[in-house]
Nanobody, 123 residues
Framework: QVQLVESGGGSVQAGGSLRLSCEAS????????AGWFRQVPGKVREFVAA????????SYADSVKGRFTISTDNAGNTAYLVMNSLRPEDTAVYYC????????????????WGKGTLVTVSS
């Protein structure tokens, strides 16, 4: 049974930092692309960041470039999202995703989703 379990969300003031973790079981990020998406109530789930199975290639939404960093551990069991210089507009539920390890990154092609972790950034 595949499970993706996120942790590390919480409340922080603007300018602060958080590190999200996604622990995978039944699936490995050594064979699939790991990604993070986020969603605000009433809005479409949006792409945040992704890393290739090899760990060599990363992709970021323009809104988080230079502030967020995605990575996975060597075993391919855990994905991380380090978020610095957080802004109120980063407030959302953040979802971990396991995707095909190809060039197309899209929520519709996600194989597995976590249940999400809430990040709240206050001004």
């Amino acid at each position: 049974q595949v499970q993706l379990v996120e942790s590390g969300g919480g409340s922080v003031q603007a300018g602060g930092s958080l590190r999200l973790s996604c622990e995978a079981s039944g699936v490995t990020f050594s064979l699939r692309r790991a990604g993070w998406f986020r969603q605000v109530p009433g809005k479409v789930r949006e792409f945040v960041a992704a890393v290739s199975a090899s760990g060599d290639t990363t992709s970021y939404a323009d809104s988080v470039k230079g502030r967020f960093t995605i990575s996975t551990d060597n075993a391919g069991n855990t994905a991380y999202l380090v978020m610095n210089s957080l802004r109120p507009e980063d407030t959302a539920v953040y979802y971990c995703a396991a995707m095909p390890n190809d060039e197309t990154i899209d929520a519709s092609r996600v194989h597995y989703w976590g249940k999400g972790t809430l990040v709240t950034v206050s001004s």
